[in-house]
């Protein structure tokens, strides 16, 4: 599981199996807050089981949702490389159970494996690239195409079946997408009547490829 976070994708079994051995799994009920923004803490967090989200927030309480994560993902990568407040605040959405990976065993790590060291570096500027190509598109494209840029990335093939197996609501999607719940419901039912989209039980079932624009 390890290999699929980009922070480690470039490492050998025996090193993610390095890493493994220095973790601790913890399991947290619903709306439990694992990480608060402007928090100090020093932990790499992986989802074994349940649901959370990554969100941000102001002082009136207004929230925009950055990420859904379920099990296989992860959050709180960076705190293991410098020791900056954490940029976003993370809740359970279900009962979840995470291992945990410290910056304390994470250095120890490294300090024995200059291999392992080098292969991080290769990995992050990987995941710099990507990010500088996500934000370009962002920068450029209108609410149906950050709509449609949403679904598509939280999507899965399941038994022939382009599904996203999280429950989403019409306002999850505008808090991730920065538009208003209307906007965004707008945008859904159109895509519901062309037969782009099914929806059910809040769960969101892609048909056929989404149209360029709306």
């Known amino acids: 599981m390890l290999n699929q976070l980009y922070i480690f ?3 050998a079994s025996q090193e993610t199996e390095k890493l493994i051995q220095h973790s601790t799994t913890r399991a947290y009920p ?9 928090d100090s803490t020093d932990s790499l967090y992986v989802v074994l089981e ?13 929230e925009v949702i950055l990420n ?35 910056k304390h065993d ?23 690239r990507a990010l500088t190509n996500n934000v370009k598109s962002l920068a450029l494209l209108d609410v ?14 399941v038994d022939g079946q382009t599904i996203i197996l999280q429950k989403l609501t019409h306002q999850d999607i505008a808090d991730m997408v ?14 519901v009547s062309g037969g782009y989209i099914t929806i059910k039980n809040k769960r969101f079932i892609i048909n056929e490829k989404l149209p360029h624009g709306w």
Do not use: W
């Open 50 to 62: 349940g649901k959370v989200k990554v969100y941000v927030s102001d002082q009136q309480g207004k």
């Open 30 to 38: 619903t709306n439990t807050i694992l990480i608060s923004e402007g």
């Open 106 to 128: 994470f250095k120890n790590c490294l300090a024995t494996d200059s291999e392992m060291a080098y292969k991080l570096i290769k990995a992050l500027i990987s995941h710099v």
């Open 144 to 157: 149906y195409g950050r709509v449609a840029r949403t679904l598509l990335d939280l999507a899965e093939n």
């Open 9 to 11: 994708s470039e490492l």
């Open 178 to 191: 920065g538009a208003s719940r209307e906007m965004v419901s707008r945008i859904l039912k159109d895509l």
């Open 68 to 102: 859904i994560l379920g099990p296989g993902e992860y959050f709180g990568e960076l705190a293991l490389l410098d020791d900056e407040p954490r940029s976003a605040s993370v809740r359970t959405m279900a009962p979840t159970k995470v291992m945990v990976i410290t």
